[in-house]
């Protein structure tokens, strides 16, 4: 494959994508910072309870992921910003960021 990735996530995964990328070829995969910690939100007590809970619950379900996008909409002009930079061919979202598609 003749082509280039570049990941747009928060910070604290950044080690993780550099680590992981000893079997690709050199410069093809690139990180960019999107902002925000999600981290902190889910790792709280609210939030695991939620997530567990959520599991069973359709309605707690559905607050998280009204939660989430909430988190991540103000990282929506990190995307833009990034795509105009780097001018992809493709670009995959998640789904917490279909909003942004």
Known sequence: CNC??????????????????HDLPPGTLHFRPSGGDTMIQTKSPWARAALHLGQ????????????????????EPCFFHWALEEKPDYVVFGFTVTHMA
């Open 56 to 75: 069973d619950m359709d309605l707690i379900q559905a607050v998280v992921m009204a939660k989430s996008e909430n988190t991540f909409f103000p990282s």
């Open 4 to 21: 280039e990735v570049t990941i747009v996530t928060e910070l604290a995964w950044k080690s993780f994508i550099h680590e992981n990328r």
